[in-house]
Nanobody, 121 residues
Framework: QVQLVESGGGLVQTGGSLRLSCAAS????????MGWYRQAPGNQRELVAL???????KYVDSVKGRFTISRDNAKKTVYLQMSSLKPEDAAGYYC???????????????WGQGTQVTVSS
């Protein structure tokens, strides 16, 4: 069984910083692209950032220069360093990972349960 567990969310003031973590566990043979998405009430889930297995990154325009995605392959963990936070960054943040499990032959996308980020003005 595979799990993605996020941590690091919380309440922060405008302009503050938070670091989210997402650790994968279980019978994982290989990890492909990992990413972070967010969803605010009444909104669709949107991509925040992606990082490939080789380290290439992609960001939504609204977070460029403020957020940094990184990964530690040995720890099977992806991070999202968020700085200069704005009230509009408040949302549930969800990590995703393309994983190949032992006995499998293709990658499937798995999701974490989400962690809440609240930004006070």
């Amino acid at each position: 069984q595979v799990q993605l567990v996020e941590s690091g969310g919380g309440l922060v003031q405008t302009g503050g910083s938070l670091r989210l973590s997402c650790a994968a566990s279980g019978s994982i043979l290989s990890i492909g692209t990992m990413g972070w998405y967010r969803q605010a009430p009444g909104n669709q889930r949107e991509l925040v950032a992606l990082i490939s297995s080789g380290g290439s990154t992609k960001y939504v325009d609204s977070v460029k220069g403020r957020f940094t995605i990184s990964r530690d392959n040995a720890k099977k963990t992806v991070y999202l360093q968020m700085s200069s936070l704005k009230p509009e960054d408040a949302a549930g943040y969800y990590c995703s990972a393309d994983l190949m499990t032992y006995g499998g032959s293709t990658y499937s996308t798995y999701w974490g349960q989400g962690t809440q980020v609240t930004v006070s003005s």
